[in-house]
């Protein structure tokens, strides 16, 4: 019976993909931060809405703010200038205050 066979979708995209932003959110609250860095590196969508999350839960941080002051310190202590990058593009008055040492 053609009801039991599941189905597919459309050539070039994937269930996962398709879902909205917040229930990605969702989705990467409940991995393993490996299991969650694996899902990152699967898309530039994944990354996008996951990406901060899982910096503030590797730093020890409130996973639902950005803490730009934590992220760029463990970036320039680990040498990653593209997050440095990232942080200084994306940080807002509202993020927190980002001094200089």
Known sequence: MTADIPQRCPKGTDLLSSLPDELILLIGEELSVHSLNALIQASKRFYFVLSSYMYNLVLGGDPNTFNATK????????????????VLTYATPQDDHIKPG
């Open 71 to 86: 992220t760029a310190t463990f970036a320039a202590r680990t040498g990653n200038l593209a997050t440095i990058s990232k």
